[in-house]
């Protein structure tokens, strides 16, 4: 079973940056796409980024050159660098791996953007 473990959210100033990271920690299973959703309060689940094995990538039209999304696929790690950070970006952050027939989920990491 795929087990991804995410790492610290935190509290960010708006302008601010932030990376995070989430990897296999067994990293035997074939993984293909990872990415990142989010989650803020009232709200739905949204996708944040996506990038295939291959490396294509998409974001949402929110995040679009402030967020960069890559992966190292010898450590099944994908990552979310974020920068100019604004307060409507504060959610729980959720990454995924998709396996054959399955996708699995990260923990959910806390990002709250505020002065």
């Known amino acids: 079973q795929v087990q991804l473990v995410e790492s610290r959210g935190g509290l960010v100033q708006p302008g601010g940056s932030l990376r995070l990271s989430c990897a296999d920690s067994r990293n035997i299973y074939s993984i293909y796409d990872m990415g990142w959703y989010r989650q803020a309060p009232e709200k739905q689940r949204e996708s944040v980024a996506g990038i295939t094995r291959g490396g294509s990538i998409n974001y949402a039209d929110s995040v679009k050159g402030r967020f960069t999304i890559s992966r190292d696929n010898a450590k099944n790690t994908v990552y979310l660098q974020m920068n100019s950070l604004k307060p409507e970006d504060t959610a729980v952050y959720y990454c995924?791996?998709?396996?054959?027939?399955?996708?699995?989920w990260g923990q959910g990491t806390q990002v709250t953007v505020s002065s």
């Open positions: 995924y791996a998709d396996t054959i027939g399955r996708r699995y």
